[in-house]
């Protein structure tokens, strides 16, 4: 059997650099060696017709193609490529969060036969032997498809507890110099996953339902053993783990510090963080272990907010972890969301403050987007604020998708977010940080140009900025 896997193109104004399919790269590991497989990632190229991806599937002639999934344009990219397959007699199956978390509707669209539920190393292995083996999906925990005219949701499966147990992502079957690029003490950095869920309940994000605030890792061992693939393979000096929370399990990241620190393993790494967690020995720990960068959700400058949406930390634990973290090398970015249900003008004020006050190395505001899946979209949903869209194509502009009762225009909201991105230009130029904004200059990469210059054009229309002047409110004028 013919297998491809294929990542629809994602790459937007705010993502406009191509990260490795990882989670195809997983499920890829598991079958590969008794199946030929190919993965193909759309994001590497520009093809909005369609005339490449086709004639891939003309000369591969897979017998099934597996699309990942996530809610906004990639929607759409994924549908083209599914009937596209389904033209030339493959069979089709949508995995990934958006498929995950509304596989009915998924299944409702034509070019769609089978639907993986959340994690898929084991039950796409049992669904390729099932149709190989002319037998039936009934007994596939995690799968969704059709039949007799309807569609069948089977059990969700457990989670894999053991990620130890799991192959190596597939490194071999991707392009990977296409995912390196260049950053502050990395000349060849790439992004790697070490862990799936979360224990927290941000109730904005979808990983309380996909996962079910549940947390795995794999062990620091592990991670190491990757590490020294990557390193020993394509000369890998720098790794950004874009795990939920890659510093959630204590134990794990004192091990992997200290192993970093005693080998002296000639690596630097970044990850997420909270600022709960930030504390002197977490900072000494990490610091040594060469960690030279930490990005930070903070969403909001407001307690009120914060507590609507289920931070569970204040906005002067905020100020009271940047005040540590300034003291140190350790690069910072920080994310707000603006367009959050209830949210005043005076809350985004607040947040606009805490954010300048932080003085963040990079500091990015995002319109607030009630995604499926999340317990704050079904607040929306149920409060008339949203409605979801009937059809799976629908959703492919939902990234952008607010309510008309937010307290200030969609255009304000974009103008603030552009005027930071500017800000961490300047920033990144005043510190001499040339290698990131080498990646951006990349001929590979300049498919986004015409994004990238709409997006700052908001930062320079209009009004004055947020570093302008001051009225008797305190409130700076946009």
């Given at each position: 059997?013919?297998?491809?896997?294929?990542?629809?193109?994602?790459?937007?104004?705010?993502?406009?650099?191509?990260?490795?399919?990882?989670?195809?790269?997983?499920?890829?590991?598991?079958?590969?060696?008794?199946?030929?497989?190919?993965?193909?990632?759309?994001?590497?190229?520009?093809?909005?017709?369609?005339?490449?991806?086709?004639?891939?599937?003309?000369?591969?002639?897979?017998?099934?193609?597996?699309?990942?999934?996530?809610?906004?344009?990639?929607?759409?990219?994924?549908?083209?490529?599914?009937?596209?397959?389904?033209?030339?007699?493959?069979?089709?199956?949508?995995?990934?969060?958006?498929?995950?978390?509304l596989p009915e509707?998924?299944?409702?669209?034509?070019?769609?036969?089978?639907?993986?539920?959340?994690?898929?190393?084991?039950?796409?292995?049992?669904?390729?032997?099932?149709?190989?083996?002319?037998?039936?999906?009934?007994?596939?925990?995690?799968l969704a498809y059709?039949?007799?005219?309807?569609?069948?949701?089977?059990?969700?499966?457990?989670?894999?507890?053991?990620?130890?147990?799991?192959?190596?992502?597939?490194?071999?079957?991707?392009?990977?110099?296409?995912?390196?690029?260049?950053?502050?003490?990395?000349?060849?950095?790439?992004?790697?996953?070490?862990?799936?869920?979360?224990?927290?309940?941000?109730?904005?994000?979808?990983?309380?339902?996909?996962?079910?605030?549940?947390?795995?890792?794999?062990?620091?061992?592990?991670?190491?053993?990757?590490?020294?693939?990557?390193?020993?393979?394509?000369?890998?000096?720098?790794?950004?783990?874009?795990?939920?929370?890659?510093?959630?399990?204590?134990?794990?990241?004192?091990?992997?510090?200290?192993?970093?620190?005693?080998?002296?393993?000639?690596?630097?790494?970044?990850?997420?963080?909270?600022?709960?967690?930030?504390?002197?020995?977490?900072?000494?720990?990490?610091?040594?272990?060469?960690?030279?960068?930490?990005?930070?959700?903070?969403?909001?400058?407001?307690?009120?907010?914060?507590?609507?949406?289920?931070?569970?930390?204040?906005?002067?634990?905020?100020?009271?972890?940047?005040?540590?973290?300034?003291?140190?090398?350790?690069?910072?970015?920080?994310?707000?969301?603006?367009?959050?249900?209830?949210?005043?003008?005076?809350?985004?004020?607040?947040?606009?403050?805490?954010?300048?006050?932080?003085?963040?190395?990079?500091?990015?505001?995002?319109?607030?987007?009630?995604?499926?899946?999340?317990?704050?979209?079904?607040?929306?949903?149920?409060?008339?604020?949203?409605?979801?869209?009937?059809?799976?194509?629908?959703?492919?502009?939902?990234?952008?998708?607010?309510?008309?009762?937010?307290?200030?225009?969609?255009?304000?909201?974009?103008?603030?977010?552009?005027?930071?991105?500017?800000?961490?230009?300047?920033?990144?130029?005043?510190?001499?940080?040339?290698?990131?904004?080498?990646?951006?200059?990349?001929?590979?990469?300049?498919?986004?140009?015409?994004?990238?210059?709409?997006?700052?054009?908001?930062?320079?229309?209009?009004?004055r900025g947020i570093?302008?002047?001051?009225?008797?409110?305190?409130?700076?004028?946009?």
């Amino acid at each position: 059997m013919k297998i491809l896997l294929v990542n629809p193109n994602m790459r937007t104004a705010y993502n406009p650099l191509p990260f490795p399919p990882l989670s195809l790269m997983s499920i890829a590991a598991v079958v590969q060696d008794s199946y030929e497989i190919t993965i193909h990632d759309r994001n590497l190229y520009k093809d909005p017709e369609g005339q490449t991806i086709a004639a891939v599937l003309d000369r591969l002639k897979p017998d099934l193609v597996g699309i990942t999934s996530l809610t906004g344009p990639a929607i759409l990219d994924g549908v083209m490529v599914s009937r596209l397959a389904k033209e030339r007699g493959a069979q089709v199956v949508w995995g990934g969060t958006h498929a995950s978390l509304l596989p009915e509707q998924t299944l409702q669209n034509p070019y769609i036969d089978f639907v993986v539920m959340n994690e898929g190393e084991e039950t796409f292995r049992e669904l390729i032997e099932a149709i190989e083996l002319h037998r039936g999906y009934n007994n596939i925990l995690g799968l969704a498809y059709k039949e007799n005219g309807g569609i069948k949701l089977n059990p969700e499966r457990p989670f894999i507890q053991d990620l130890d147990a799991l192959p190596m992502p597939a490194w071999n079957l991707v392009p990977v110099e296409r995912y390196i690029y260049r950053f502050t003490k990395a000349r060849r950095k790439i992004v790697m996953v070490t862990s799936r869920g979360c224990l927290f309940r941000c109730s904005f994000c979808y990983v309380i339902d996909f996962h079910k605030r549940k947390y795995r890792g794999r062990s620091a061992g592990m991670i190491l053993k990757e590490l020294a693939f990557l390193r020993k393979n394509y000369g890998i000096d720098g790794v950004r783990f874009d795990d939920d929370l890659f510093v959630i399990n204590r134990p794990r990241l004192r091990e992997f510090c200290d192993w970093v620190y005693k080998k002296d393993i000639p690596i630097t790494w970044d990850s997420n963080c909270r600022a709960d967690q930030v504390n002197s020995e977490f900072l000494a720990a990490v610091t040594r272990a060469k960690c030279h960068r930490l990005t930070f959700g903070l969403e909001s400058g407001s307690d009120r907010i914060l507590k609507f949406i289920e931070k569970d930390f204040r906005a002067e634990q905020i100020v009271r972890a940047f005040d540590l973290l300034n003291n140190t090398d350790i690069m910072t970015g920080a994310s707000f969301l603006i367009g959050v249900p209830t949210e005043t003008e005076e809350d985004i004020w607040k947040t606009i403050e805490v954010a300048k006050k932080i003085n963040s190395y990079h500091t990015h505001f995002y319109p607030y987007t009630p995604f499926p899946g999340s317990p704050l979209a079904e607040y929306c949903r149920k409060n008339g604020l949203i409605q979801y869209p009937d059809r799976l194509e629908d959703w492919a502009d939902f990234e952008y998708a607010r309510s008309d009762r937010t307290a200030i225009s969609e255009r304000e909201i974009k103008k603030i977010s552009a005027q930071f991105e500017v800000r961490n230009v300047l920033n990144s130029l005043e510190r001499g940080e040339l290698a990131i904004l080498s990646n951006f200059l990349n001929l590979e990469h300049l498919q986004n140009f015409g994004s990238w210059i709409s997006f700052f054009r908001q930062a320079f229309r209009s009004g004055r900025g947020i570093w302008g002047t001051v009225h008797s409110a305190g409130k700076p004028i946009l």
